[in-house]
């Protein structure tokens, strides 16, 4: 089992900047594509970024595109998303997510099959 944490969350006024931060105790997080999701208030769960176990293939929304930036620290075992020009849009609970199949990559990120997921954590923009 693969219990994930984020943190990092907050309030931010629009075109700021905030870093979150996916964590896990577990061993196999690091041989594990992780991706970040949002949802907003009355919204269906949206895709916002992954990245491959390896940290070498990354994929984003086209809404974050050029101002979000993922990655990850294996020895850590840590996944990060910076978020800049922060827009009130923006504003969700955003969620990590471990797929299920490990040592695994793939071009298409719906592939990963996310199965392991934290709890959430706030981000609020103000416009």
């Known amino acids: 089992q693969v219990q994930l944490v984020e943190s990092g969350g907050g309030l931010v006024q629009a075109g700021g900047s905030l870093r979150l931060s996916c964590t896990t105790s577990?061993?196999?997080?690091?041989?594990?594509?992780v991706g970040w999701f949002r949802q907003a208030p009355g919204k269906e769960r949206e895709f916002v970024s992954a990245?491959?176990?390896?940290?070498?293939?990354?994929y984003y929304a086209d809404s974050v595109k050029g101002r979000f930036t993922i990655s990850r620290d294996n020895a850590k075992n840590m996944v990060y998303l910076q978020m800049n020009s922060l827009k009130p849009e923006d504003t969700a609970v955003y969620s990590c997510?471990?797929?299920?199949?490990?040592?695994?990559?793939?071009?298409?990120?719906?592939?990963?099959?996310?199965?392991?997921w934290g709890q959430g954590t706030q981000v609020t923009v103000s416009s």
């Open positions: 997510a471990a797929s299920k199949r490990a040592l695994y990559t793939d071009s298409d990120y719906r592939k990963y099959e996310f199965g392991f």
């Open positions: 577990g061993r196999t997080f690091s041989s594990r594509a």
């Open positions: 990245i491959s176990w390896k940290g070498d293939n990354t």
